[in-house]
């Protein structure tokens, strides 16, 4: 019996720990320049792919916008609701070969994400055309 209660113990501590240690989960952007969180986005997995999806933005007078500078299907949606990271695979410790789209201008970047290396509450989001790129730090939103 009490064999049975400590393996329980057990794997559950170790599934906590991985997920912990996943990029699987809700995370909060932050505004480089003001140091504040600006929406949370809920990273899910579909189809074998990793995807992230706009779930609030903070700022309640920003909730109605919509992506008015997108293209396609995501053209005048609203932003809070709207995938903008898709086809993200798992590729070693980082997940790339995918999109992200920034709603406020509507340009598609691709995309690679990893978990940081110190500090796995943190998750680095990287968009780049060719050699040009700009990394994102969001944080894990509880």
Request: net charge positive; aromatic share 8%.
């Amino acid at each position: 019996m009490k064999k049975r209660i400590i393996y329980s113990i057990l794997l559950l501590c170790a599934g906590l720990n991985l997920q912990a240690q996943s990029v699987l989960g809700k995370w909060k952007t932050v505004n480089e320049e003001t140091g504040k969180s600006t929406s949370i986005i809920e990273i899910f997995e579909a189809d074998g792919e990793l995807h992230g999806k706009v779930v609030r933005i903070l700022k309640e007078e920003d909730r109605d916008r919509v992506c008015s500078k997108c293209e396609g299907e995501m053209k005048n949606k609203p932003i809070e609701g709207l995938v903008v990271m898709t086809g993200l695979e798992k590729s070693g410790d980082e997940y790339s070969g995918g999109v992200v789209t920034d709603p406020k201008t509507g340009k598609v970047y691709k995309c690679k994400i990893w978990l940081d290396e110190d500090n796995p509450q943190k998750l680095n989001v990287r968009g780049y055309i060719s050699l040009f790129y700009r990394t994102q730090t969001w944080l894990r939103a509880e």
